[in-house]
């Protein structure tokens, strides 16, 4: 499973790396997996509310500068396509926000 998430993110990982080295403001967004239950990966599954395991990848954007929003696709795969759909959903303001917990 993880080994198709990544090379269904890479494509658009690299476009939006290349963009934002072109553009003064920096990249759109950064791509990053985490395949493992380990680094960053449970504590980014407790805040955005997914089980602590799961057999399946999980595509989710963190938009830390909107004052910590984030989006969960509800795609049981992540394919090429699905990652493109949510980003193009995003860009066009069409996914349901939610909220990052507030830390004190």
């Known amino acids: 499973v993880k080994e198709s998430a990544q090379a269904a ?5 690299l476009e939006a790396q290349a963009a934002g080295r072109a553009s003064e403001d920096g990249p759109e967004f950064i791509c990053f997996t985490a395949p493992a239950a380990s680094g960053p990966a449970p504590i980014i599954r407790k805040l955005v509310s997914l ?4 057999t399946s990848a999980t595509l989710v954007m963190l938009d830390i500068p909107d ?3 984030y989006y ?3 795609a049981e795969e992540i394919t090429a396509d699905v990652v493109a759909t949510f ?3 995003w860009r066009d303001g069409a996914l349901e926000r939610q909220q990052l917990p507030q830390q004190r």
Do not use: D
């Open 87 to 89: 980003v193009s959903l």
């Open 9 to 13: 993110l890479l494509p658009l990982a």
């Open 67 to 69: 004052n910590g929003g």
């Open 72 to 74: 969960v696709s509800p």
């Open 51 to 54: 089980p602590e395991t799961s």
